[in-house]
Structure formats: structure tokens, C-alpha cells
């Protein structure tokens, strides 16, 4: 008998009704990803019952073979999809069908404006799942049963996708969950059932459960579409490139192509395989930091968990695809994982093997290293910091602007940097800045330029902690360009440094006025020779903490010691030299300090003050 209805209506959150629309508009084109999606749904819904079952008390997989099924009522005009899965609960279908349960979500959509809402790549990082139906069906009926819930407790979810669903209880007897697609008008190429065969083998071909669908002479009669194995087992040599595209798309839910992977079966001590690719665009969520990783642990073919950090460090979550290993226990938990040599042992060899394919990208194809490096060189960079052991290899791995590149791009390694240092360079030269603009117009390049000696150009916010972990590259110590004294070693001749002697002894008492006037506000003021055209700049005391660590850190301007350094051959600095109005002298203290503020990117205390004091000297001169 059937169990009451609590039928109830219920609008869908905001973020669902934009995503239904924009999903509606942008992905008609590539329609026919319904049906991988939702495979992939039922893909994975077996999978967490397989892993329930060993994990969860009353959650049994059944005495029925696992598998998909998929079929056509041409009358009916409706296509199904139906697995014998985990199911869903009543709660968790208005959770995971009313809502969307991603950190992001609002930012991403707000992201999609203009010709972006027609971008169907943008829409396919997001991961369509199961709103994809709605691209061909003008209805979608759902009907669901937890595993380990009575029968009576089955539930059936309905919608036209515009704005509301109805949710009501009703008695089903098997676990799983059914999903009848009626089909909008001018989808009838749909129900033809060659047409959807050859869907399911062109993007769901490397699911490793069997997808059924019956027979056109007799319905009766179901076949096997797919082949049903798992792909990361197969033979490579059985494995064309297309697999491993379409293989990819559905572990990562992306519809760009992967730039690589890796294929490799492990075999000693520990026994597993690793199917790992490296994506062509970084997902709009790359920076939440909640987001689990995007690698799949699997044990002995069966899904166990996302991978949270166990399997590849967080620099690496870039990383799409499937860990298999023979060796864990089926019920492995998270403190298990944690502790296991065997994943210790998976960790390090996963790590090498993709520093190792991105080498071997690097060396072969620049361009398409390229692509990696502006999707996911930032992240990458992270890895100086959190991984000692592989840190010369993820070195060579770095691209950086530097002063001798053709453009904004970067295209140059620390290898490439130190095989054209001049003769009698000694150090690595980086400046860090806030943005490029910043870091191309500083000052503090001036005598560099003047030499020829080539600097890296520093702006992204890891770089800091990069230079703080990163203390030198082939026996050569990085040095910031701004901070301590301008000191070229072998590249400062003799004639330079007397002059410099000179201009300092010269502009003695220049110097300790400015440093009366300017207070509290320098550690000290200073001749220096690193100004060639500026007759200012501000650099960070040899001992201090790096001045644009220190500003990022406390979001002002300069560090608490701050160095003014003053040009000895500027116009300006000769006629201070002479000034002999004190007040006038502190004036232009102040507007030195604070444009020397301002040519790091920074801001200065107080703006009215510095304008009214410029507008003053102007006036006067």
C-alpha cells in the first residue's frame, strides 16, 4: 500500500534558478552532456554505496547486480535514468536539488556577465551534475530511496526548473534513484535509440559499472552499451587519447581538455595505480580554501573518499583523476589515511610523478607550459614553502617577468636567469611590487637597467613567501634589489665606489637635516647609487623584515624602518644641498619620503598634507 503523500512546494535557491538559465541558454549547443552527467551521477551514487556498505550499519548493496540503466518511451516522449545507488533521503534531495552546496557559487555566477553568460566552458568548470537535465527537458521527475531507509520512505521530486519543485513521500521499494526526463518540444532526435547508444559510448564509455539499454526489437531485452571497466585498470595500449579526454571530463567535471596525465601502475611494496591529469583552466573555486581536492581514492576499484590533503599536498590541487590502491582496507577512514605508510608512500611517488610530467611539459612544448603557468603558476609557487623535499625540483619549475623579457608573460626559469648572469654576478636580483606596473616603473631598477643586470619582477602575493623560502637557486643567494644597502660586489667598480665615498661626505649635512625632519618616519636617510633618474626611493633596512612583506602584512605603507635613500647627482637633491630655509628643507623631506611611498605601490599617511605641501613648493618656485 502506498505510504501517505506530504506532497509540499518549495522555491529553488536564487543561485539555482540563474544557474537553470544560464545552463539553458549556454549549453544547448553541447546538449547531449546531459546524459554523461547524469551517468556520472549514477556512477558515483553506486560508488558511495559500495563504500556505505562497508561503513555504515543497515546499508547493504543488495543482492542485484550494480549497474545504470538507461531507456526511451518514444510514446511517452521521456528518457530514463536509473540506478541502484546509495539513493537520497528526504532532506538530502531538497540539500543537494534545491540548493547548491558549493563554496563560491554567489561569486561565480556574479562573475558571469555580458558574453561570459554564453560560455559554456566557464558553466562546465562549475560541474552541471544534474541541472543538466533541464537543458532538453521542460519537466524532470525524480524518485529516490536511501539505502538502509524502509520503503516507505521513498521520495519523489518534480519540477519544470523555473522556479519551484514539488517534494512529496512515497513507498518504493528499491534503493536508488530513477530520473525521467519529459522532453521539450523539438528533442525528438532524443528518443532514437541509436542516437543515444552512440552518446553513451562517445562519453561514458570508460564507466566501470554496466550501462543497459533495451533492445529496439525487444525491449525486454537489455545490453550492455559501455564496456565497463574500470579505465585506470585497462592496458595503456587499450586506451586511445579520446578515452583518457572523456575519462577526464567526467572525473573532473570540466568540458576543456586536459593539457596532461599520467598513467602509471605501481608495483613492489605497495601496490597501486595512478591516473592523474593536469587541467587547461584553473576552476573558479581554486582559491576557496574548503574546497576538496579534485583526486578520488579509490581501493581495490571501489570510490572510498575525495582526496582532502592525504594524497597530494595542497599545491598540487590542481590535479584531477584516481588513485587505486590494493593495499588500504576497504573501510579506511580519514585518521587511518593520515597515519599510513602506504599512503605516505603513494603521497611521494604521486608528487614526483607530476613534478615530473610537468618538467617534461616544460622542456617540450613552452606553449603549452605556458598555458599551465597562467592557469596555475601561482599555486605552484605555494610549493616552495610546503615542500622541502621537492623544492629544487619545483624551482626549476618557476617562471618568472624579469626585465630582459620580451613581455608581461613570464617566460623565464631560474635556469635561464643564472646561464646569462654577468660576469662577476654573484646573487639572483628580485624586486617585489604590488602589481607589474608597479615593479617596471620602480626606481629601484635604475642602476640595474644602467648595468644591464637582468631582476625578476615580483607581483603576485605568494611571491613574498616564495623569496622568504626560497634562499638561493645553484649555490646563488636571492637578494631583493630593496632592501639594504646597493651593493653590486665585482660589478661595482672602483671609480663608482669612490664616487659614492665622495657624494656621501658631501651630503653629510643634507643627510642629517632630512633625518631631523623627517623624525620617526626613517631608520635612517642615506646617499646611495642606485638612482639614476629619481631623485628618491625607499628601501628596507638590511636587518628589517622585507618592506612589501611588511606592507601586506599591516596593509600600509612603508615597514617600521623604512631607509630613505636620496640621489647625489639629482637637480633636486644638489639644490636641497644648499637650502637653507629649514621649513622649506622639511617640506621637501616630506614630499621625497612620501613619493618614494607612493613609487612602491603603497599609500601615503596622510595625502591632503603631501599635496598641500607640493602645491606650496610649487607656488614658491
Not at 40 to 49: C, K, M, P, W
Not at 316 to 328: A, Y
Not at 333 to 346: C, G, H, P, T, W
Not at 475 to 502: P, T, V, Y
Request: overall charge negative; proline content about 4%; aromatic content about 6%.
Amino acid at each position: 500500500m502506498d505510504a501517505p503523500t506530504q506532497q509540499e512546494r518549495h522555491n529553488f535557491q536564487a543561485e539555482v534558478v540563474q544557474l537553470l538559465d544560464l545552463m539553458i541558454h549556454s549549453l544547448y549547443s553541447n546538449k547531449e552532456i546531459f546524459l554523461r552527467e547524469l551517468i556520472s551521477n549514477a556512477s558515483d551514487a553506486i560508488d558511495r554505496l559500495r563504500f556505505a556498505s562497508h561503513t555504515e550499519p543497515g546499508v547493504e548493496v543488495g543482492d542485484d547486480p550494480l549497474r545504470i540503466h538507461v531507456g526511451v518511451d518514444k510514446d511517452a516522449r521521456t528518457i530514463t535514468v536509473r540506478d541502484n545507488g546509495i539513493g537520497m533521503s528526504r532532506p538530502e534531495v531538497i540539500d543537494n536539488i534545491g540548493t547548491i552546496a558549493k563554496s563560491g557559487t554567489r561569486e561565480f555566477l556574479n562573475a558571469l556577465t555580458g558574453d561570459q553568460r554564453k560560455d559554456a566552458t566557464l558553466i562546465g568548470q562549475f560541474g552541471v551534475g544534474f541541472y543538466s537535465a533541464f537543458i532538453v527537458a521542460d519537466r524532470v521527475t525524480l524518485t529516490t530511496r536511501r539505502a538502509g531507509l524502509p520503503a516507505a520512505e521513498g521520495v519523489r521530486w518534480e519540477s519544470d526548473g523555473r522556479g519551484d519543485y514539488a517534494i512529496e513521500t512515497v513507498e518504493r521499494p528499491e534503493q536508488g534513484t530513477e530520473i525521467v526526463l519529459h522532453l521539450r518540444d523539438g528533442e525528438d532526435d532524443l528518443l532514437n535509440d541509436y542516437r543515444l547508444r552512440t552518446i553513451i559510448r562517445t562519453y561514458s564509455d570508460h564507466i566501470s559499472l554496466p550501462i543497459l539499454m533495451a533492445g529496439e526489437e525487444d525491449e525486454a531485452e537489455e545490453s550492455v552499451v559501455n564496456r565497463a571497466s574500470a579505465l585506470w585498470a585497462r592496458p595503456k595500449s587499450e586506451i586511445s587519447e579520446s578515452d583518457y579526454t572523456e575519462f577526464y571530463k567526467h572525473v573532473a567535471h570540466d568540458f576543456s581538455d586536459p593539457l596532461a596525465h599520467l598513467h602509471a601502475r605501481v608495483e613492489g611494496a605497495y601496490e597501486y595505480t595512478l591516473l592523474l591529469f593536469i587541467p587547461s583552466r584553473a576552476p573558479f573555486d581554486l582559491w576557496v580554501p574548503e574546497v576538496r581536492r579534485g583526486v578520488k581514492l579509490h581501493v581495490q576499484r571501489v570510490f572510498i573518499m575525495d582526496d582532502t590533503g592525504q594524497l597530494l599536498p595542497r599545491y598540487l590541487r590542481f590535479v584531477r583523476g584516481v588513485i587505486d590502491s590494493n593495499d588500504l582496507p576497504l573501510n579506511v577512514s580519514r585518521e587511518i589515511l593520515q597515519s599510513s605508510r602506504i599512503v605516505d608512500s603513494i603521497r611521494s611517488s604521486a608528487v614526483k610523478r607530476v613534478l615530473r610530467l610537468l618538467k617534461e611539459m616544460a622542456d617540450n612544448d613552452a606553449e603549452k607550459y605556458g598555458t599551465f603557468w597562467r592557469e596555475f603558476g601561482a599555486v605552484l609557487k605555494e610549493g616552495v614553502a610546503e615542500d622541502y623535499s621537492n623544492r629544487e625540483a619545483i624551482a626549476r619549475l618557476l617562471r618568472f617577468t624579469t626585465t630582459k623579457s620580451a613581455g608581461d608573460e613570464p617566460d623565464v626559469s631560474l635556469a635561464d636567469y643564472v646561464e646569462r648572469m654577468k660576469d662577476g654576478q654573484e646573487k639572483i636580483y628580485y624586486l617585489l611590487a604590488p602589481s607589474a606596473a608597479a615593479a617596471k616603473s620602480s626606481p629601484h631598477l635604475e642602476l640595474f637597467d644602467k648595468k644591464g643586470i637582468e631582476v625578476l619582477l615580483l607581483s603576485d602575493v605568494v611571491d613574498t613567501w616564495l623569496v622568504t623560502s626560497l634562499q638561493d637557486f645553484e649555490g646563488r643567494r636571492l637578494q631583493s634589489i630593496a632592501q639594504g644597502a646597493a651593493d653590486l660586489g665585482a660589478l661595482e667598480d672602483e671609480a663608482e665606489r669612490e664616487a659614492s665615498e665622495k657624494a656621501a661626505t658631501e651630503l653629510a649635512g643634507l643627510v642629517e637635516r632630512l633625518k631631523t625632519a623627517l623624525g620617526d618616519k626613517v631608520f635612517d636617510v642615506r646617499s646611495t647609487t642606485r638612482l639614476t633618474t629619481s631623485p628618491a626611493c625607499i628601501v628596507a633596512n638590511e636587518p628589517d623584515i622585507e618592506l612589501n612583506l611588511t606592507r601586506r602584512l599591516r596593509g600600509t605603507g612603508a615597514p617600521s624602518q623604512p631607509i630613505l635613500e636620496i640621489n647625489p647627482d639629482h637637480p633636486i637633491i644638489r639644490r636641497l644641498n644648499g637650502e637653507s630655509d629649514d621649513r622649506r628643507l622639511s617640506d621637501w623631506a616630506h614630499v621625497l619620503y612620501d613619493q618614494s611611498i607612493l613609487t612602491l605601490g603603497a599609500r601615503v599617511d596622510d595625502p591632503a598634507a603631501f599635496v598641500d605641501r607640493l602645491n606650496t613648493l610649487l607656488m614658491a618656485d
